[in-house]
């Protein structure tokens, strides 16, 4: 059960990791990446950022991409959130393909 600070800063985490997505993707033509929960530890030193990317044949390339380039999303990150984080948690991305997982259910049904 996650505390009331865990939430916010869950939250915080997410929309300002959604910004820094959003930016990137401008470059990028054609991809699309969401940010659809993150989760943050109780000592506040992890973040896990479950993101969902379009299309999604791309994903593990994105999530690739994303992990190598994780120091400077923590950067950027740390930019945004230093006047209300006292420390930045670690950033662990994972893809999120519940999406993909209802669509199959939906054909599955339809058949």
Do not use: C, W
């Not at 992890?46 to 400077?72: C, D, M, Q, W």
Request: cysteine-free; proline content about 3%; charged content about 30%.
């Amino acid at each position: 059960m996650d505390s009331t600070r865990q939430n916010k800063i869950s939250r915080l985490i997410q929309k300002e990791l959604s910004d820094i997505f959003l930016k990137m993707t401008k470059e990028t033509r054609g991809i699309m990446v969401s940010v659809s929960v993150v989760r943050v530890s109780p000592d506040l030193g992890i973040a896990k950022a479950y993101l969902s990317v379009f299309p999604s044949e791309r994903g593990g390339e994105v999530i690739e991409h994303l992990t190598n380039n994780t120091k400077a999303i923590r950067y950027e990150l740390g930019n945004r959130v230093r006047h209300q984080l006292r420390i930045i948690p670690e950033l662990r991305f994972y893809l999120d393909d519940s999406l993909d997982y209802i669509e199959h259910i939906d054909n599955l049904l339809k058949d």
